[in-house]
């Protein structure tokens, strides 16, 4: 048997026999055989016989993080405290509740592998070099190792958080957190790409319109100028001034609670009299 479609196949009847009790247990393995990837008949004569737990080559926890990988730990174990650290931040930046629930997180060994994986046990995935999506249950972030992984995985890892913690928020403002708490380092505002960008616009005068963003339809997701759009929002709100910080965190808690947050905009309008004027001054510091 192919080994990464095994692990296919495994990583989901793990989780579909951790939530599914007998006799629907039965049902849901026969299914799972034989939709997840169809391949053998091995497979399926094996239906009533399995009896181990199955495993990766690599399975790992730190944290609120269960890791599932066919790199080996040594590989990126020097990451793992800066993942960890990613419950903590979130909850003491936005002043939310953040959910206990286990992460779950796959670690494959190139692009490649990942996108066979993800369309193996999700078939309309989109083709993206990390992703967090809930299937089956509990949902999975699903990334390959390179140099970049730390900051993958604390994004997707971001939008997991948000999500079992009940913060749905709008598409713009998810990924605009999702990028802020990419970034590791001393300084929380230095994303790599965004910061420099975002300034030389400003240089130029352009300024990115909230409530532009807020009245958007984003249903393919944002193009790149709308990702750093949305990093550049969050940004401001948490660092500008303890006035569009406790604005912001205020407005997340609503959301969280299930009270009408309304448009942010609004919620600003009486702190911030020119919003282009402010985000203009915070980009030019």
């Known amino acids: 048997m192919n080994s990464l479609s095994d692990f296919a196949v495994r990583f989901d009847l793990k989780y579909a026999r951790q939530l599914c009790p007998q006799?629907?247990?039965?049902?849901?393995?026969?299914?799972?055989?034989?939709a997840a990837i169809g391949f053998t008949t091995v497979i399926a004569s094996s239906v009533c016989s399995w009896s181990q737990e199955p495993t990766w080559p690599v399975e790992h926890t730190a944290g609120q993080f269960c890791i599932h990988s066919t790199v080996p730990t040594a590989q990126f174990e020097a990451y793992l405290p800066s993942l960890c650290s990613l419950p903590t931040e979130l909850s003491q930046t936005l002043q939310v509740s953040v959910a206990q629930e286990l992460i779950q997180v796959v670690v494959l060994e190139n692009r490649e592998a990942l996108d066979a994986y993800?369309?193996?046990?999700?078939?309309?995935?989109?083709?993206?070099?990390?992703?967090?999506?809930?299937h089956r249950g509990p949902g999975l972030v699903l990334t390959y190792f390179h140099d970049g992984w730390i900051c993958d995985v604390r994004h997707e890892c971001t939008h997991a958080l948000l999500d079992v913690s009940g913060l749905t928020l709008p598409l713009w403002q998810d990924e605009g957190l999702a990028e802020y708490f990419e970034t590791i380092g001393e300084n929380p505002i230095g994303h790599t790409s965004h910061l420099q960008a975002t300034r030389s616009q400003v240089r130029y005068g352009q300024v990115v319109d909230l409530q532009k963003m807020e009245r958007m339809e984003f249903g393919s997701g944002l193009n790149p100028k709308e990702y750093r759009d949305a990093w550049s929002i969050v940004t401001f709100l948490l660092h500008s001034s303890e006035e569009t910080r406790s604005t912001y965190q205020q407005y997340l808690q609503d959301h969280q609670s299930k009270r009408a947050a309304g448009f942010l905009s609004h919620r600003l309008a009486p702190k911030i009299p020119s919003w282009r004027e402010a985000f203009s001054d915070f980009y030019r510091r």
């Open 118 to 134: 993800a369309h193996r046990i999700f078939p309309s995935a989109p083709n993206r070099g990390a992703l967090y999506i809930r």
């Open 23 to 34: 006799p629907i247990w039965s049902t849901l393995l026969r299914l799972c055989l034989i």
